[in-house]
């Protein structure tokens, strides 16, 4: 992070934004199309963007001999972990329609893209640009020798734009009772996402495995209205569906955590890009002295994050599916000591190290200078 070069930048930036009491704002800063943003039309950088026209014009050889294959051909040249897959079986989504406890949608991800799988259905992109957030495209599965068209949906924006994400391109994850058909009859948690999140609040809507003796959860069950209210039943990960359908036999519990940790983490960051990009506009390239509470309540918000601060603890430890492990492991950066941000703990909190391995990712990196340092200094 190169700290000490930034030292005497740091002092200058703390003059002129300087700390106090955080107090809510009334910035508008969600305004897509305004020119600071400028967000349909603005060039992208996101990954999927970049290798979209090769990967849908067969460039990549994908084996399109079967729903399953292409996807996890698909998962390879994306370089999305197989073992990332978590199952969801409530109806929260675009396709809607063709998702059911018989019949759940995949989700996978790596760090900077997470992919939608439902079975007869079309494949959803969420794909993360540095400074914009989200980038949502769908696209069908090739058959018959047709190639397919990614679209750039804006329908996705209706539940990645809304207040769940604090009005921004970000990433959303429900938590719901769902009925027996996966219709949502009770919902929790709207407008939190991350680490500090209670796990007695998650999982309602999915499947969740490798977790038995971590409860209570509201994964893993479905409900119904009865006159007393709603009463849920368990409903046990394949008792309805065939796990040969997907890749792996799995919706493991430490893809669920790490997944819940990076969508917080995006959300955070998604957000100051756009808070500070409107601040700078309104000031003509500088900050108002009345924006320097929102700076000082961004930077505090996203470095508690970064460093774990109000994590929700494991009831239990949890042992985590091995092949998730090595290949979320494979990619971990190390210091001359061997220690690394992705090592995990697993007994009482998730990571052995407080600070979270994002801080590497674009998201973060492409975050203005001034306010990178302001995060460094605190941290």
Request: aromatic fraction near 10%; glycine fraction near 8%.
């Amino acid at each position: 992070m190169q700290f000490c070069r930034a030292v005497a930048q740091v002092l200058f930036l703390i003059s002129l934004c300087g700390f106090v009491s955080a107090e809510e704002d009334d910035l508008t800063f969600a305004d897509l199309e305004a020119p600071e943003h400028d967000y349909w039309n603005r060039p992208l950088k996101d990954p999927f963007t970049l290798i979209k026209d090769d990967l849908l014009q067969g460039k990549f050889n994908l084996d399109e001999s079967s729903e399953k294959a292409y996807l996890i051909s698909l998962l390879k040249a994306l370089k999305i972990p197989v073992s990332t897959q978590m199952l969801a079986y409530s109806t929260t989504s675009l396709q809607l329609s063709l998702i059911s406890p018989r019949t759940p949608r995949a989700l996978y991800f790596n760090e900077d893209l997470y992919l939608g799988y439902v079975q007869g259905g079309r494949i959803e992109i969420v794909s993360i640009d540095p400074e914009l957030g989200g980038i949502f495209y769908i696209f069908d599965i090739p058959r018959s020798g047709v190639r397919p068209v990614a679209e750039r949906s804006e329908r996705c924006m209706k539940c990645h734009a809304d207040e769940d994400t604090h009005e921004v391109p970000g990433l959303a994850i429900k938590s719901v009772i769902p009925g027996p058909t996966g219709g949502t009859l009770e919902s929790y948690r709207r407008t939190l996402t991350g680490h500090e999140i209670p796990i007695a609040d998650r999982f309602g809507g999915w499947h969740v495995t490798g977790a038995d003796d971590l409860k209570p959860h509201w994964g893993n069950l479905i409900g119904r209205f009865t006159p007393e209210g709603i009463v849920t039943t368990p409903l046990p990960p394949g008792r309805q569906f065939d796990w040969s359908v997907f890749p792996v036999a799995t919706s493991d519990i430490l893809a669920h955590l790490l997944h819940e940790h990076q969508v917080g983490f995006v959300n955070r960051a998604v957000q100051a890009h756009y808070r500070i990009r409107t601040a700078l506009e309104i000031g003509k390239g500088r900050l108002l002295p009345e924006d320097k509470a929102m700076v000082d309540r961004q930077v505090k918000e996203l470095t508690h994050y970064l460093l774990f601060a109000g994590e929700a603890a494991l009831p239990v430890p949890i042992a985590g599916d091995s092949l998730l492990k090595e290949e979320f492991l494979s990619t971990r950066r190390v210091t001359k000591a061997g220690n690394s941000l992705k090592d995990l703990d697993l007994e009482s909190h998730l990571f052995r190290n407080r600070c979270s391995y994002m801080i590497y990712s674009t998201v973060f990196q492409s975050l203005p200078e001034g306010f990178k340092k302001l995060i460094y200094l605190r941290l």
